[in-house]
């Protein structure tokens, strides 16, 4: 479990991306404190597992095949050490399978949620897939997941990715070619906004894996109209994310951007986890879910102008990079 805040914050650092992760349309997040991330299988926690039941994983087209009676696909992917993560052998989860990008989460009948990196455009709604129930005791060597649990984008309803320092907006609301079946969409804040200590808990795809929970974090920080910070034990692939409020069940935000995620262990050639303290390192950033006009009907805040970008030490603060 996470230490209880502190309130006090070390310095804000800005986030690097790998080229690979780029490409893949990751963010890097990281562990803070104790590892927290469990796979939802195994966690002693039914509504955690209810609400699992709601989200699911973004797949690029090129990785699923579908059958000859169109009854299911089969899933190309390869374990975490063998991906171009390059995970130390000997790390959590690293003989799990990954093929995932970013995630998403139910908030209607035929509505999903996601970070605005993830769905970017027409292009993207056109060559990813989103499967429901995609956990690790489905997800194996060229596993096969049921039409039924595949879902296709078929339009944008609203996508924001704004950079500039005063928003960084990101959020996307998309349509599926159908009602999603045998899961209920998720209960959502319509007012207000998470206070400073509210308990927090993360369901996603961390690294393309399975769905994990990692629950035990917190809102860190309360300053910023689109997006709060907490320290949830998240990485690429968790972009996306319904993070909710660990208590009621209610989702608060998407989580989008955070620290890095793996640092080099130079003496094995591989990648390990990157820890931070609870109250360390710059915090995962989480988009208010009340951003969203369609979900919460006039909170949404103004976004900045162009010409609204801060000075400091007399010249413009530059956009922060995704």
Known sequence: ??????????????????????????????????????LVENSDNELYKTLASS????????????????????VTSEKLKDSFFNVCSDERYADEMSAGNCSGFLVGPDLLVTAGHCMRSDFDCENYKWAFNYQSGVVKENAELPAEDVYTCKEIVNQ???????????????R????????????????????IGLPLVVIGHPSGLPTIVADGAFVRTDDHDFFFKANLDTFGGNSGSAVFNAETGVVEGILVRGEKDYVWDNDNKCYRVNYCEDDGCRGEDVTRITVIPELAPGMTPEEPKEDETPMVGGMPFPFLGM
């Open 1 to 38: 479990m996470k230490k209880l805040p502190s309130l006090t914050l070390t310095g804000i650092t800005l986030l690097t991306l790998t080229t690979a992760a780029q490409a893949r349309g990751i963010t890097p997040k990281v562990v803070y404190g104790e590892d927290d991330r469990v």
């Open 55 to 74: 989200t699911a994983v973004q797949i690029k087209n090129s990785k699923l095949a579908a059958s000859e009676d169109g009854s299911s696909f089969t």
């Open 160 to 174: 924001m990715l704004n950079n500039h320092p005063q928003s960084k907006n990101d959020f996307a609301l998309i």
């Open 176 to 195: 599926l070619d159908r009602a999603v079946t045998g899961r209920e969409p998720l209960k959502v804040r319509t007012e207000g906004r998470a206070p």
